[in-house]
């Protein structure tokens, strides 16, 4: 009877230790991992964002609120260069990255944590494979050009606001765009726009923007439509005119002097 009472106490022993001294489960890696960087992006955002944002991102009059706005508005914001912003204005234009990734991605993370929000996309949700692109071209003329032009060349706004050039934007930034809705554009979720739906339109912006994209119509002009041809129009067509209509008086007043 001892020597089973002493081989229970020692696997109980056993036990004890293994449990101790085991390795953490995967579960349990990521959640570490995922505080780690909250904290991260908790000192980061103290130094860079707080002062217009606030110091729990809850606002104020320099800066909107962050809580809920979620990992793919700061992927896309910092990720772009518009912020942190250099100064305040009607528009935050596209600058220079100052920001890794490894650190914008800690940086979601903490606004993440402040309320939920939109997550960062996946490759397979804006990759090309599976894409429509004609679709994609229906939807974009429908819901986009009419701030960003047919063909993704951006256009101006009131206010001095604008629709930035969609050409040379990467093509999670521009589905995080849909997503969140940046500065005067409105916001797509997937409850009004599919992931689908998002994909072809970005597989239409890659196909008329592509480097092996050839205009139907001969010189393209920028591609900025009516506006760019008119005054293609007034500058060659009307100098030319006007040019014949020289030579022709110069040429009947020299036949009625000889």
């Not at 606030?54 to 508005?73: I, N, R």
């Not at 090309?128 to 009419?146: S, V, Y």
Request: proline share 6%; net charge neutral.
């Amino acid at each position: 009877m001892a020597a089973l009472v002493v081989l229970l106490l020692a696997l109980a022993c056993t036990g004890g230790l293994y449990a101790a001294f085991a390795p953490a489960s995967k579960a349990q890696a990521d959640d570490t991992a995922q505080s780690l960087a909250i904290d991260e992006g908790k000192k980061l955002y103290s130094v860079g964002c707080a002062s217009c944002h606030g110091t729990g991102g809850q606002g104020t009059s320099d800066g909107p609120s962050l809580v809920g706005v979620g990992a793919a508005a700061v992927d896309f914001q910092v990720g772009t260069g518009r912020m942190p912003a250099q100064q305040p204005g009607a528009q935050v234009p596209k600058k220079k990255v100052i920001y890794s990734q490894a650190e914008i991605d800690q940086l979601a993370a903490y606004i993440s944590s402040l309320g939920a929000g939109p997550s960062i996309p996946t490759a397979a949700q804006y990759g090309p494979d599976g894409a429509d692109i004609a679709k994609g071209g229906e939807l974009f003329r429908t819901n986009c050009a009419q701030c960003h032009n047919f063909t993704g060349k951006g256009g101006a706004l009131t206010h001095g606001k604008f629709a930035p050039s969609l050409e040379g934007v990467a093509p999670k930034h521009i589905y995080e765009a849909m997503q969140t809705g940046p500065q005067n554009m409105p916001s797509f979720p997937d409850t009004t726009m599919s992931q689908q739906n998002k994909k072809d339109i970005i597989a239409y912006l890659n196909a008329v923007n592509g480097d092996d994209t050839e205009s139907p119509g001969g010189l393209e002009l920028g591609g900025l439509g009516p506006v760019s041809e008119g005054l293609f129009a007034w500058i060659f067509g009307l100098g030319a005119l006007i040019a014949v209509a020289v030579w022709v008086a110069a040429r009947t007043a020299k036949a009625k002097k000889s």
